[in-house]
């Protein structure tokens, strides 16, 4: 049962475009919900992260909107960058530490 | 220092080798994790260490043991493993409490085995 599920699997975006990721969850215990940037042979870095008391929140060119009632959340990347082009991870905890993986979205950003 | 250190960078090991895996982090945080990434699929939580004690082992085979000598060391010791356990082997810590969920990653040891 996967318990995160996130949408689109990959995305193609052209440079100074809108790039949005979906996620969804099931669990109503989640409380953590963060995202995460995969470059090629690195490990994933904490981008940003929300808690379900907010609806929204913005960290640069990055924005966590945060639907509670829906059991979804999403990622908008303004004016998208090819230094953007990454696997994004949704994520969803629960308790400490034990995060839960969406699949993945592969962004590629067009210059 | 916001870092989370792993080596080797890479391992290539036969199937009747030992070898460790090492992480090490100095940012003070309690709680320590080892993940195992496939190509293309989201990191698969392995251990968590809190307070230097194991407190989630996600049904891991036994060929794979973790230790946690102090609060900044976790190693992850290998011992006949498959080649089908070849991937990326992340690390990963947290502070404990008011931060849950914040994990910082390290770079990964990527484990071929022959």
């Known amino acids: 049962q996967q318990q995160v599920k996130q949408s689109p699997q990959s995305l193609i975006v052209q440079k100074g475009g809108i790039s949005i990721i979906n996620c969804a969850y099931e669990n109503t215990a989640f409380d953590y919900f963060p995202w995460y940037q995969q470059f090629p042979g690195k490990g994933p870095a904490l981008l940003i992260a929300?808690?379900?008391?907010?609806s929204e929140k913005k960290e640069g060119r990055f924005t966590i909107s945060f639907n509670k009632s829906a059991k979804q959340f999403s990622l908008h990347i303004m004016d998208s960058q090819p230094g953007d082009s990454a696997t994004y991870f949704c994520a969803a905890s629960a308790l400490m530490g034990k995060s839960t993986f969406g699949d993945g979205t592969t962004l590629t950003v067009k210059p | 220092d916001t870092e989370v250190t792993q080596t080797p960078k890479h391992l290539v090991m036969g199937m009747t080798n030992k070898k460790s895996l090492k992480c090490e982090q100095h940012?003070?945080?309690?709680?320590m994790y080892w993940y195992k990434q496939k190509a293309k699929k989201p990191p698969e939580l392995m251990f968590v260490y809190s307070y230097e004690k194991l407190s989630i082992n996600e049904s891991v085979p036994s060929r794979f043991s973790p230790e946690c000598p102090n609060s900044s060391l976790l190693n992850l010791h290998l011992h006949a493993l498959q080649p089908e356990d070849s991937a990326l082997y992340l690390c990963?810590?947290?502070?404990?409490?008011?931060?849950?969920?914040?994990?910082?990653f390290g770079q990964g040891t990527r484990l071929t085995v022959v």
């Open positions: 940012m003070g945080h309690r709680a």
């Open positions: 990963a810590s947290s502070p404990v409490g008011t931060a849950r969920g914040e994990a910082f």
């Open positions: 929300i808690r379900p008391d907010v």
